[in-house]
């Protein structure tokens, strides 16, 4: 445990950091979940409809911090790729 009194602060706002990043990556973990459960279902429309939020979702994280743009990009694709399968 940290002594020093701004270093007991920092601990605190880490901590807080932590906890809204993970619920963040979980409800985009959700978010994507949502379109490959549609495009596994062979429902495009319902995949269609979903992929908008899954884009928000992870734009938001790149623009927060929370995902490299790398990592942004190749989920966008990928979701992308699944729902251009279904043709």
Known sequence: MANIKQQ???NKT?????????AFKSSTKTAIKAVEKAVAS???DQALSSLPLA??????GQAKGVFH?????????YLANLINGLN
């Open 14 to 22: 880490n901590e807080k950091s932590r906890l809204r990043n993970h």
């Open 8 to 10: 007991i602060k920092r």
């Open 69 to 77: 743009k790398n990592f942004v990009a190749r989920h966008k694709s």
């Open 42 to 44: 062979g429902d495009k």
């Open 55 to 60: 884009h928000k979702k992870l734009d938001q």
